[in-house]
Structures are given as structure tokens and as C-alpha cells.
């Protein structure tokens, strides 16, 4: 039997493209972007987010992560930039060629430090794990790169292709890459996994998150009043707090309407506990 859940507001903001949350336990912090925006934002979570810090950028920002000592690794539209603590920035590496038509979009690290982020917008979409300075291609033929997750032990990477609606699974770092299930109704979008090695899926376009066991099955829904959920993220000092970002961006003025807290951030207690996140390690 599916176990219902239904999200609530947790800021009095909205975002045009809300998306990767991002909790830094050291400092007790969430992070998110707003995509299209080009900012980085920083909050506190309490019984709601409260904003206390942006940090923007020219073009669009895709994903943020987070170094042990504080510092931002931050996905550009085509490049990865390091925002040190004190507020100095420094490039770190091109992923995208310059006025490429595709963009940086969902990233994340792995339970080694690295940094992996995929592309969206052309016709052949790339996921990349930056190391050693540069670039490995770990992906090279998808439509729309998303959500990245691993499980508990780190053996097993799952990875999101929005368009084809599929989640694939393989084992981690080297393994044969292969579908675990897709999404009918709605996008697959941003995921993480929880303590207990399941998944938990934004679907854009489907108003949810879904939680799916290691196998594929439909375990548990959280209910989004904003059509366009786009990634999750379990926060707080126990973990225990989903954190949901939404979007407005390709809702007509009736769907805002119908479903006026669209684009903010939202929340839900799910009876589980989230994996901390790692760290990126700037040595690797």
C-alpha cells in the first residue's frame, strides 16, 4: 500500500526555477538556486526557510555544492566557479564549449568528494564528473540531464534523464548503466536517497515526490500543491525534513492561478531520515 504524505509552504517566496537543495550540516544551512535567475541562495530552516544570503551570477546557475570548509562549487551556465568563504571567486574548469546551446543543469557529489553535473538543452546531453581539473564524460547520449543520487554504501549511482522519463541505476564508480523504471505521468526530475537506500523523486509536471524502493517500486507520495516540482532534499539537524523546491517556469497564468504557491519552497515530515550530504573535496 502507498503511504500518502502532503507537503507544506516553507517560504513566502517564490523562485522562477526553484531547484538543488543542497543541506551544509557543518553550518546548518540550506542552499538552493533559482536557475534562470543565475542565483545562489542560502537559508535557515526552522518551522519555515528563512533567506539570509544570495550570491549571483550573469548567466543561469545549475547546482551548488558545498566544500567542508565552507566555500561554494557553483555550476555556471558552461563553467564550474569556486566562491570562497571570504567571497573571492575563482574559474575552475570550462564543461561546455562557449555558445554552446545547452546549459549546466542538476549536479551533485559523490560519497568521494567529486563533483558530477549534466547538460540540458541541445540534442546530445552530457554528464561530466569534474576530477583532477578537469572533465570525465561519464554520459554522452541524453536528452536532459537531472537528479544524481548514490546509496547508502556509495556502490550504486542512480541518475535522472528528464525527456525519456527515466531513472537509470549502475554500479559506482564503473558499471554498465541500465534502466530501473520510468515515469508515466509527469517528468522525473531532481532525487536523493534516504537512509534506508530508497529514493525520493521530484516529478515536474506531476505535482509530487515519489519515494521508490532500490528495486523500482512505488513505495510513498508526497503531495505538492505546485505542478512543477522540481528536486528534494532532506534537511535539518536530524535529517528528517524533506525539503522540496518548485518552480513557475511553463505554467500559464491559469496554472498559477489555480496553484498560486508555485515556485516557492516547501516541506513535509515523511517519517525518515535522509543521508548526510558529502562534501566536496577541492583536492580530487
Known amino acids: 500500500m502507498t503511504t500518502r504524505h502532503t507537503a507544506r509552504p516553507a517560504t513566502g517566496t517564490g523562485y522562477f526555477l526553484g531547484e538543488g537543495p543542497v543541506w551544509d550540516a557543518a553550518r546548518q544551512r540550506l542552499l538552493w538556486v533559482d536557475i534562470m535567475a543565475g542565483d545562489v541562495h542560502e537559508g535557515r530552516l526552522g518551522d519555515r ?17 558545498v566544500a567542508e570548509n565552507g566555500d561554494l562549487l557553483v555550476a555556471e551556465r558552461e563553467t564550474l566557479t569556486r566562491v570562497h568563504a571570504g567571497g573571492g571567486r575563482t574559474h ?27 547538460s540540458l538543452g541541445g540534442d546530445r546531453e552530457v554528464l561530466v564528473r569534474f576530477e583532477n581539473g578537469g572533465c570525465t564524460i561519464v554520459d554522452d547520449d541524453l536528452t536532459l540531464s537531472n537528479g544524481l543520487a548514490w546509496s547508502p554504501s556509495g556502490d550504486r549511482f542512480y541518475s535522472v534523464d528528464t525527456l525519456t522519463r527515466t531513472i537509470h541505476v549502475r554500479d559506482y564508480p564503473a558499471g554498465a548503466r541500465s534502466v530501473l523504471f520510468t515515469v508515466d505521468d509527469g517528468y522525473p526530475d ?8 530508497n529514493l525520493w523523486l521530484a516529478v515536474w509536471g506531476g505535482g509530487r515526490v515519489e519515494c521508490r524502493s532500490p528495486a523500482g517500486e512505488l513505495l510513498a507520495v508526497v503531495e505538492v500543491d505546485a505542478p512543477h516540482t522540481s528536486s528534494v532534499a532532506f534537511a535539518g539537524p536530524g535529517l528528517d525534513v524533506l525539503v522540496i523546491t518548485t518552480a513557475t517556469q511553463h505554467l500559464s497564468l491559469t496554472d ?26 577541492p583536492g580530487l
Do not use: I, K
Request: hydrophobic share 40%; with cysteine; glycine share 12%.
Open 190 to 197: 531532481g532525487m536523493c536517497v534516504d537512509a534506508d537506500g
Open 256 to 281: 498559477v492561478a489555480a496553484h498560486p504557491l508555485s515556485g516557492r519552497l516547501f516541506s513535509a515530515s515523511v517519517g525518515v531520515t535522509g543521508l548526510r550530504t558529502p562534501y566536496w573535496n
Open 92 to 118: 575552475l574548469a570550462r564543461v561546455l564549449p562557449p555558445g554552446s546551446p545547452s546549459r549546466l543543469n542538476d549536479g551533485a557529489v559523490d560519497p568521494s568528494g567529486r563533483f558530477l553535473v549534466g
Open 49 to 65: 526557510v528563512e533567506p539570509t544570503r544570495t550570491w549571483s551570477f550573469e548567466q543561469s546557475v545549475g547546482a551548488v555544492a
